[in-house]
């Protein structure tokens, strides 16, 4: 009887030191950490820029019918504001918008007499490639088409050197563009832009010179250069 009672109390010291072991166990052993996988953030495919943009024109045209006559337009400096829309991460497309005014005069054989003024709104798009291979600095290249309205015009009507225009009509026109550029982004949303457009703009002109009807061509062919800031959305 006494070693029955020495082997029962043996297996319950054993049993007790086991479920101790294995509670002990249970508290100490570290219960596996799962982290979420990261939400990658929404790729938005709009961005758009505001800039100081300079005209800056080729300053070449002639008046028909007189030979040795020449037309310079005046150059300005602009506000503009550019829409661009990513198809992909390279591929966009980009609407420039702005307006300006200027000023024909005269040159070669009609020197100094004022032609006319007016305002253009000359709509640009373009398509474009972005590197995106350089951090921060996002360079790229674009080709397109404008078409430039002519609205608001007036005559010089001045008389220099027996000359007076009476009535001066530049004609809307086609033209094509070719851009280079960068965006340096400041963080994920702004950055700064510098931005070069050539357009290749030749503009019919006809008006009135001492009452009588003339026709011409405006070659303004001009440069757009322009720098601002940047939005991506």
Do not use: C
């Not at 249970?26 to 938005?44: G, L, S």
């Not at 253009?120 to 921060?136: E, I, M, N, S, V």
């Amino acid at each position: 009887m006494k070693r029955v009672v020495i082997a029962l109390s043996s297996l319950v010291a054993a049993a007790a030191l086991t479920t101790g072991a294995a509670a002990a166990a249970d508290v100490a052993a570290p219960k596996p950490a799962y982290k979420a996988a990261p939400v990658a953030a929404e790729w938005n495919p709009w961005m758009i820029r505001v800039r100081a943009l300079g005209v800056i024109t080729r300053n070449s045209g002639s008046v028909d019918t007189v030979p040795g006559s020449d037309l310079r337009t005046s150059d300005t400096i602009v506000p503009e504001l550019d829409i661009s829309y990513f198809f992909t991460r390279n591929i966009a497309a980009e609407l420039i918008l702005g307006t300006t005014r200027h000023s024909v005069t005269g040159a070669g054989i009609i020197d100094g007499v004022p032609v006319g003024k007016a305002w253009l709104l000359p709509p640009t798009l373009t398509l474009q490639y972005h590197f995106t291979d350089f951090g921060a600095f996002k360079p790229y290249v674009g080709a397109g088409v404008n078409y430039t309205w002519f609205y608001s015009q007036s005559a010089g009507n001045s008389t220099v050197s027996g000359l007076t225009v009476t009535r001066s009509n530049l004609h809307n026109a086609f033209g094509w563009a070719l851009q280079a550029g960068f965006d340096y982004m400041i963080d994920q949303h702004w950055g700064l832009n510098v931005d070069v457009k050539k357009l290749f703009l030749r503009a019919d002109w006809d008006g009135t010179i001492n009452g009588l009807p003339f026709t011409g061509k405006a070659n303004l062919d001009p440069w757009l250069i322009g720098a601002g800031v940047t939005y991506k959305f």
